[in-house]
């Protein structure tokens, strides 16, 4: 029988991961209203049309610099078609999903650089918006084997990184899907989001503190990233609790269960050193490796698994 604290993703994962950042930073910017955008948004539903047909794209508007700019979330549902339960007979009896949550756009501007010919220029965003995306279109390949019980909503928000921008908000995208989510409103939420740094080490927002619910989740996946001795969640003491504005807080603001995981202490964050070559293939598979150590309590199987090999 194996166990949960078994290492259970291969560590070829994070350098599949680091590709699929490579491809998206090929795209180029990916801000609201850039060419970019759209490219970007093709690129994650071809991948996700290999694994799931449910794919749906949630359209929004925003106002950008006088003019409006059309946004889109784009949501995965997996379910496992053979899960008692699944028939008409029970389908009012489902627990609503698990969502698991990132923003792919980019930064239009590099506010941390001094120069401000280079502060004038938006950022490649390979961790900001990339890692985050990879890691689900990753994951979005191996849900099905892992035989979960639970609907797994992928959610990729549009318009996160506008924030401080010509008056708009931090995650304008999830804050419109916590308002009208779609298929269904999640029961707990997973968000990600700069967890692809070298020397990460995760930050807790100190607004989870406040929600019982979401605080014991935090709680569960760092007793999880710690157990398994991942530096990312060994080193994340108190110096790493702050309070963090992100795609989580549109969630909790609505009560539902949420956390999330990131990694502020990144040197590159807004600034036109957030490249590949600041990313870590390491980082990238200790989250894919938690997050599927988490899931796998979901699945009645879960004796029986074997590893992502």
Not at 4 to 18: H, I, M, N, Q, Y
Not at 46 to 57: C, M
Not at 99 to 117: K, M, N, P, V, W
Request: hydrophobic letters at 35%; glycine letters at 8%.
């Amino acid at each position: 029988m194996r166990s949960v604290d078994d290492f259970l993703v291969p560590r070829s994962a994070g350098k599949e991961t680091l590709e699929i950042i490579r491809d998206l930073a090929g795209i180029g910017p990916r801000f609201p209203g850039s060419g970019g955008q759209e490219k970007t948004q093709r690129y994650i539903e071809s991948v996700l049309e290999s694994s799931t047909k449910k794919i749906f794209r949630q359209p929004f508007n925003i106002s950008l610099f006088g003019r409006e700019v059309s946004c889109t979330n784009i949501i995965a549902s997996f379910e496992n078609e053979h899960a008692e339960g699944h028939d008409e007979k029970h389908e009012e009896e489902k627990r609503r999903p698990i969502l698991i949550g990132t923003h792919y756009d980019t930064r239009l501007r590099a506010d941390r650089e001094e120069s401000l010919e280079l502060k004038a220029r938006p950022i490649e965003g390979a961790n900001d918006g990339g890692s985050g995306t990879a890691i689900l279109l990753w994951l979005s390949g191996i849900l099905r084997s892992l035989h979960l019980e639970r609907e797994i909503l992928l959610v990729f928000f549009d318009a996160e990184d506008v924030g401080d921008i010509d008056g708009n908000d931090f995650s304008m995208g999830a804050a419109f899907f916590a308002s009208e989510p779609v298929p269904a409103a999640p029961e707990e939420v997973i968000i990600l989001d700069m967890v692809g740094g070298k020397n990460m080490v995760l930050d807790i927002d100190a607004h989870l503190g406040a929600h019982m619910e979401s605080f014991n989740l935090t709680r569960e996946i760092w007793r999880i990233g710690m157990e398994k001795g991942f530096r990312p969640f060994t080193e994340s003491g108190n110096g790493n609790i702050k309070y963090i504005i992100c795609d989580h807080i549109p969630f909790l603001l609505k009560n539902i269960t949420s956390t999330l995981l990131i990694d502020l202490n990144y040197p590159e964050w807004h600034t036109q050193r957030d490249t590949i070559d600041n990313i870590s293939e390491e980082s990238l598979w200790i989250i894919e490796e938690v997050l599927v150590s988490y899931l796998l309590r979901y699945s009645s199987e879960y004796s029986q698994y074997s590893p992502l090999r």
